[in-house]
């Protein structure tokens, strides 16, 4: 059949034609656009992970029980129409980092029973069983000292800025999680507006609220003092160390993320640079210290969005304000004005709030209402020496 050249010339135009259809394939998709390096933990002083980030990100996660402190587990995220890509999006500085003063490891006590946090011992190992009977090992669930830092493309250090430190809930990791699912980087990009993301890891896709090290007193304050020279390496300016140590911050905590929340309030030692808090579907418990902080501090603003399964703990913190004097708002104003209290129902899933509150992207429309922050420049690209890596 080679012989022949009609079937010759047939195999020449078949091959043509299919390279060129190969050639038409798009690279990558809506999944391609962000790249992770899912590293297991280094410890404190070790190797970080960098990657590249992107706003079109709703990317799937695993579909784990991520839930909230009550016992109702649900399926993943329903679909995220994806917004369009705006100016303010990347490249961006994104950045996992070991940290000394992380929340984890742990090994002091529980503040409320006094008792020793890691309360199991089993062949060799140390865990922590917890008050609903879950058994969580040291080593996997207690042990990764790791924060997510986030720096937008166009922020200005020398501008009014923001720092946006975020509390994650149950079943949750920072890199599937609080930026694949959540989008917290992008949301932070989108905003427009001269902010940052820090991000501690607490107990690892756990249901577990605990604070660790940000039960003791300072915790909150030694962690940022750290952060802060972290932030200026990423930054590639030694000198915005200072400006990061001073930043003012607004304090956001999702479902569990309620309990270090309401601990940074009562003892974390960064009580003037606190300029709000936000509560997504949070209010579970520690109502005492939330209100006293209401109460004692007018310099900030104070914002909890509820659904179904919060709602009898924002109704407590309500009547304990009624009683205290303390006025507040049952409506968004179009600012987040220092000593507003507000409280707004927004029924939607547990599982979705970060991403689907009293608006899409609550986070980035948090950061919009304040007037106090600076919008970010349009600035030419950053140079590849500071453009992040994938893993390394």
């Known amino acids: 059949m080679l012989r022949n050249p009609d079937y010759v010339l047939s195999l020449i135009v078949a091959f043509a034609l299919g390279f060129v259809a190969v050639l038409a394939l798009p690279v990558g998709g809506g999944d391609m656009r962000v790249r992770m390096a899912m590293q297991e933990p280094a410890g404190a002083g070790g190797s970080s992970t960098h990657y590249r980030s992107s706003t079109g990100t709703a990317a799937a996660s695993a579909q784990v029980a991520n839930a909230r402190p009550a016992s109702e587990a649900e399926v993943g995220p329903s679909p995220l129409s994806q917004p369009p890509r705006s100016k303010w999006s990347y490249p961006s500085m994104t950045k996992l980092v070991a940290l000394a003063a992380a929340p984890f490891p742990y090994r002091g006590i529980v503040p409320r029973t006094r008792a020793r946090f890691l309360n199991v011992k089993a062949q ?30 166009g922020f200005d250090p020398s501008r009014p800025s923001v720092m946006v430190l975020f509390f994650h809930g149950h079943g949750a990791t920072l890199a599937r999680d609080v930026v694949a699912r959540q989008r917290l980087p992008a949301q932070i990009s989108e905003s427009g507006r001269n902010a940052i993301l820090v ?35 990423l930054q590639g300016d030694p000198r915005s160390a200072e400006v990061f140590a001073n930043m003012p911050v607004v304090v956001v905590g999702y479902s569990g993320g309620y309990v270090p929340a309401a601990w940074t309030l009562a003892n974390g030692g960064i009580e003037k640079r606190i300029k709000g808090v936000v509560l997504l579907d949070g209010l579970y418990g520690e109502i005492g210290k939330f209100a006293n902080w209401i109460e004692r501090d007018k310099a900030g603003f104070f914002l909890s969005a509820s659904a179904q399964s919060t709602r009898k703990g924002n109704a407590s913190l309500k009547n304990m304000l009624t009683r205290r004097g303390v006025a507040f708002n ?21 599982r979705d709030y970060v991403t689907r509150a009293w608006s899409d992207n609550p986070i980035s429309d948090m950061l919009r209402r304040l007037p106090w922050v600076a919008p970010r420049g349009d600035p030419a690209p950053r140079s590849a020496s500071l453009a992040p890596s994938l893993a390394r």
């Open 124 to 153: 060799g190992r140390e865990g922590r069983k917890t008050r609903s009977g879950w058994v969580y090992w040291a080593d996997k669930t207690y042990n990764d000292p790791r924060a997510l830092l986030h720096i937008p493309r």
């Open 199 to 233: 991000a501690p890891q607490f107990a690892v896709d756990a249901r577990d609220s605990s604070a660790g090290n940000f039960w003791k007193e300072g915790g909150t304050r030694r962690f940022l003092d750290e952060v802060a020279q972290q932030l200026a390496k």
């Open 330 to 350: 049952t409506k968004i104003g179009t600012s987040l004005t220092p000593g507003s209290v507000t409280f707004v129902e927004a029924v939607r899933r547990h």
